[in-house]
């Protein structure tokens, strides 16, 4: 990565320091943890005459780290140590890593805002963004449950106002449509077209139109095959064969046997000849009547171009539209009932929000002014200003953090009015204020003390430590009263290797503190008084 080679470092709990003189590379190993958890803006990391830089990060998770939470959301196992790796290429291609399966650099991202947080004087993504005011205010509320009770509140708000714009929009475009649907039912119902209709009376049509030229056939038939006919004669052969059965020695059994079953199906055929010639009686009105149905129910059929048997269905269907059309107006009405009543109760929500983030905002504030003193700047003011915005599902606040430097001096954004040295100070408070009673974080302090010295540095480096009780804290310092804080000391130096800059991260021991600490305070010749002075500030 640009200047380094090959490094590992083992972070501890408690406060962290690294040191080194300006452009030993500090900045860059800051750059290369921002590129492993995905930070956009980091600069291409790979060393010259490299093809690709490597970056790997591994965290201990305990067993309710919201870290968890996100993998579980992404697909990922969840297991108690988290390794995030990113490569990137000469080429700029950028590839990464979650516990040894590929994930995006959203994915990293979103990680990254559960297992670290980086603080310093251009920090845009936390406490100097006013964007973010209002959710660190929040947090330091505990006003979770406000916020999710407001959420739910506007979700219902919402689905209320988009239920009445679909009625209205619906309402509206039926009202356009009012007179061909009430034509339209008026018709159908009318002629109360049923399924299979069409069908059922052109058959009968074409029955009847058939009738003239069948009946007589069929009426000759029906006479042939009755007792003037075929069943006289059979009947009569049946009788003669009857009195010459005892003579014939069982010759003419099979016969009248034959001719029973004959008779059977003759009376069965006779039987359909007749109800046949029964159908064919009819009125010749019944024809015109059928003819004058049929062709009424094509025509509507053709008229709104669906198929005969389809208009019992559309009769449905428009009849439907028609009873929307006539029941809007109540429709209407409640749905705007409804929607008043969700804004009654968003507005009772927010309200109550806005009510417990006024309570935050000054117990933040009379925090801030018990930090602030300790950091030399016990005249200086901090306030949270909260002003009415839009309404949206986190409520109506806006929420602003301001300070006013001196008594009587104007107030104004954090990140607008405090200088560099101030800023660093008010940035340390507020994350003192806001990390009170969070445990397992990880802070990175960007030289967050430059601009300060003397005791008011001593005041940072105390106010450090303290912070690092219960969170794991990284500061890169030039200070030496904020280096004599730490609980582990790294010196960060550029060396010369086979014509090549390299940059090196050595921990330091007791002996080695002693002289960092000293150079820090004298500068490249290290006196024996700078490191009395240095024994003195790492003695606290």
């Known amino acids: 990565m640009l200047i380094i080679d090959r490094l590992e470092l083992t972070f501890q709990p408690g406060l962290n320091v690294l040191t080194g003189e300006t452009g030993a590379g500090k900045s860059i190993l800051l750059d290369s943890l921002g590129f492993v958890l995905g930070w956009r803006g980091r600069a291409e990391l790979v060393r010259e005459g490299a093809e690709q830089g490597e970056v790997t990060a591994e965290f201990d998770l305990a067993s309710d780290h919201p870290a968890r939470e996100v993998l579980a959301e992404a697909g990922f196992s969840q297991d108690d140590t988290l390794i995030l790796r990113r490569v990137n290429t000469r080429d700029g291609r950028k590839t990464a890593w979650i516990n040894d399966r590929r994930a995006s650099g959203e994915l990293l991202r979103a990680l990254s805002e559960t297992l670290v947080e980086l603080h310093g004087q251009n920090d845009d993504r936390g406490l100097l963004n006013p964007s973010g005011h209002r959710r660190l205010l929040d947090d330091f509320g505990d006003l979770y449950d406000h916020v999710a009770r407001t959420r739910a509140a506007w979700r219902d708000l919402h689905g209320a106002k988009s239920a009445l714009a679909e009625a209205e929009t619906a309402?509206?475009?039926?009202?356009?449509?009012?007179?061909?649907?009430?034509?339209?039912?008026?018709?159908?119902?009318?002629?109360?077209?049923?399924?299979?209709?069409?069908?059922?009376?052109?058959?009968?049509?074409?029955?009847?139109?058939?009738?003239?030229?069948?009946?007589?056939?069929?009426?000759?038939?029906?006479?042939?095959?009755?007792?003037?006919?075929?069943?006289?004669?059979?009947?009569?052969?049946?009788?003669?064969?009857?009195?010459?059965?005892?003579?014939?020695?069982?010759?003419?059994?099979?016969?009248?046997?034959a001719l029973e079953r004959a008779l059977i199906e003759l009376g069965n055929a006779e039987d359909?000849?007749?109800?046949?010639?029964?159908?064919?009686?009819?009125?010749?009105?019944?024809?015109?009547?059928?003819?004058?149905?049929?062709?009424?129910?094509?025509?509507?059929?053709?008229?709104?171009?669906?198929?005969?048997?389809?208009?019992?269905?559309?009769?449905?269907?428009?009849?439907?539209?028609?009873?929307?059309?006539?029941?809007g107006a109540e429709e209407l009405a409640s749905l705007k009932a409804a929607l008043h009543e969700a804004e009654d109760v968003y507005d009772g929500i927010a309200d109550a929000l806005g009510a417990a983030r006024a309570e935050a905002a000054e117990a933040l504030d009379l925090a801030m002014a018990k930090e602030l003193a300790p950091l030399k700047l016990d005249r200086a003011v901090f306030a949270t200003e909260l002003s009415e915005g839009d309404a949206g599902p986190d409520g109506r606040d806006t929420v602003l953090f301001t300070v006013a430097t001196n008594p009587g001096a104007p107030s104004g954004p954090l990140n607008k009015i405090a200088s560099g040295g101030e800023l660093s100070r008010f940035l340390l408070a507020l994350k003192v204020c806001l990390t009170s009673g969070v445990e397992g974080l990880t802070l990175i302090f960007d030289e967050i003390d430059r601009g300060v010295g003397g005791a008011t540095a001593d005041a940072v480096g105390r106010r450090l430590a303290e912070l690092s009780a219960s969170s794991q804290v990284l500061v890169v310092t030039h200070s030496p009263q904020v280096a004599a804080r730490g609980a582990h000391h790294w010196r960060v130096e550029k060396r010369i290797k086979n014509g090549a800059t390299l940059s090196t991260v050595s921990p330091l021991g007791a002996d080695e503190r002693v002289d960092e600490v000293a150079r820090m305070l004298s500068g490249d010749t290290v006196t024996d008084a700078a490191r009395i002075a240095a024994r003195t500030l790492l003695a606290g």
């Open 272 to 327: 359909g000849v007749s109800r046949a010639l029964d159908a064919l009686d009819f009125d010749a009105s019944e024809l015109e009547n059928i003819e004058e149905r049929l062709f009424a129910i094509r025509a509507l059929a053709r008229k709104h171009n669906v198929l005969p048997d389809q208009l019992s269905d559309l009769a449905e269907k428009l009849g439907a539209k028609l009873d929307a059309l006539d029941g």
């Open 171 to 257: 309402a509206e475009a039926l009202a356009e449509e009012e007179d061909f649907l009430r034509h339209a039912v008026s018709e159908l119902t009318q002629l109360a077209p049923e399924a299979g209709e069409d069908a059922h009376l052109d058959s009968r049509r074409r029955m009847m139109q058939a009738a003239e030229k069948i009946r007589e056939d069929i009426a000759r038939a029906h006479t042939a095959l009755g007792s003037g006919g075929a069943e006289g004669m059979m009947r009569d052969a049946s009788r003669w064969l009857e009195g010459a059965a005892d003579r014939a020695e069982g010759a003419l059994e099979a016969p009248m046997a």
